[in-house]
């Protein structure tokens, strides 16, 4: 017997270590600091990235930060400067979105003179932030050169969240207290997490057979549901995409072949499309349960024809696009 223990992503992190001028992603904060050294100890950014878009953004928590005007402010005064310290989210630091690039951005689409952001320097070790680039640190006393990100502006009604995506235009939205923000964290779903992985066993796997065990009943509900609805719409769009390997085909045409390969087989049709047969069984149905298959594929085909290709399910909405 083989027991494997999988742990999906606790929430990503990038760090930026001083020999690199590009982020490092780390799907779990805990490696970051298991493969530093004792002395060598980097601020922690959480990313999230547009659930429609996939563009990154990195969150940092300032000391008595504010941007929502034309420029960054708050902070601490330092002689003609100022500067942002650190400062946990629960001790009331207040919550800054950066980025440091917009994907699939012209070279002319400069975040330098984007209206919405703002350059801000970052201590590599400690987080604090400054308006220009420093060799040291002045909250924790490191040496080494800053490195810049961009502040995204936020809106005097909605501070600390992200109310629409630099890069797509996405817009969050207010639900009741909450806010919605068109971002979430890069961190792992449960249901979609043991689908994927019980999919790939059972694709495997010599005989397809396949039990999956919860502590508790809510979770084994609501996991046989997702898995049931999910594995559904992509046996059927496994289907569309067999009838158009050979190359274009008319809405109607591919909802016909589609027909064809339920109607050869059954037990694919009762896994398919249940809902045809709760309406009318096929036997002495007079034609009906026919013509019922194909209205029911025809909507099935038109709904993923109309899904819009950046909404789909991807890596890139997983912030691999990073
Ligand atoms: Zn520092
Ligand atoms: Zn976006």
Redo the contacts with the bound molecule.
Sequence with gaps: MVHGFVRGISGAVVSFPVERNVPRLWLAAEDEIEAAEEEEKHAHFPVTT?T??G?HYFVSFLKDFEYTRKKPGGGEAAGDSCYWEPLEESRGGCRALLLDRLIGGSDDENLEDHARTAPLHFCRYCGAAYPEELGRCRHCGATGVTVELFAVRQKKDNPGVLTS?L??G?NGRRMGSRYRE?ARPVRATNVADVHVLTQDMVHNSERQRLLVFCDNRQDAAFQAGWMKDHARRFRLRALMMGGLKDGPLSVGDLSRRIDDALEADESLSRALVPEVWLVVRKEGGGGRHEQERRKFLRIQVLREETLSSRQAFGLEPWGVAL
């Design positions: 547009c429609t878009c563009q995506c890069s797509c996405a068109p």
